[in-house]
């Protein structure tokens, strides 16, 4: 099996609710959209991010489990500068994402989270480290800010 991931899926609420926060706040575009079923946005030359309804996500892959607390996983965003981090961070504001402030961490980047309608919690950060880095974008306007979110 080849080392890559094809695609993130997220079970969603209420898919019209995701599809304005992605698609109408943050201005990506969507690949695929059935109206109460599914949304698709590519994210990378191979790499798509699903957002299924919760209810045919539960009848394709099985019961979702439920309780209190963030869900158990977390999807990142890297830039090139902390003044970007800060930009993407106010526009997920501004499309009414609930936001945790950037700050510096201990692992010598800055960051720092917001969660999109179904709780789901986006770092965004910038890594000095080579991993980090090796993630940005390369070429003209490959800053890392809100445009290439």
């Not at 969660?115 to 789901?120: M, S, V």
Request: proline share 8%.
């Amino acid at each position: 099996m080849e080392r890559r991931i094809s695609f993130i899926t997220l079970a969603v609420r209420d898919l019209s609710r995701s599809h304005e926060f992605y698609i109408g706040g943050l201005g990506w575009q969507a690949e695929l959209h059935v109206p109460g079923e599914v949304l698709m946005i590519r994210t990378g030359a191979r790499l798509v991010l699903s957002l299924w309804v919760s209810t045919e996500f539960e009848a394709e892959v099985g019961p979702i489990a439920r309780g209190d607390g963030v869900p158990p996983i977390t999807l990142a965003h890297n830039v090139a500068s902390p003044e970007a981090v800060d930009e993407v961070l106010a526009l997920a504001q501004r499309c009414g994402a609930r936001v945790d402030p950037a700050r510096q961490r201990e692992w010598g980047g800055y960051s720092g989270y917001f969660a999109d309608p179904d709780g789901y919690r986006w770092e965004i950060a910038m890594n000095p480290d080579p991993i980090g880095q090796s993630l940005l974008p390369e070429g003209p306007g490959s800053a890392g800010g809100p445009a290439e979110l």
